[in-house]
């Protein structure tokens, strides 16, 4: 993925200034090891996400277990749409996520139908 973002975000590109960009896969891809396509379930199941752009100084908790539930009221934010005037209850957005806010989170096992606890 290095050669990736290295396209995406050549050095000094101003991209950045006014962009953001969510970064994620479907599922066992390693940012740093190249992607885990087969073996064991956990390894499977670890889905990268990052979250990157300029936040104008705003803290965000990176110690939230996200999950693909956080990425659409996420975008909604920072479309600048309040979520709390949407029709519909979302998940929290990364931007207001705190460790303290973390539920477990759980995936299929597909050999067996299992439900497995991913936080192990």
Known sequence: LSNFFSELLP???E???NSFILY??????GVE???FHGGDFLSHATVPMMLIGNFE???IDTSYKAHHSNIFPTLLELMGIDVTQTKYNY?????KAQSHDSKPRYFIATSSDKLVLFDQ
């Open 24 to 29: 994620t896969s479907d599922h066992g891809q």
């Open 15 to 17: 991209i950045l200034k």
């Open 91 to 95: 998940d929290l957005s990364l931007l």
């Open 11 to 13: 050095a000094n590109n």
């Open 33 to 35: 090891n190249g992607t």
């Open 57 to 59: 100084n705003k803290l």
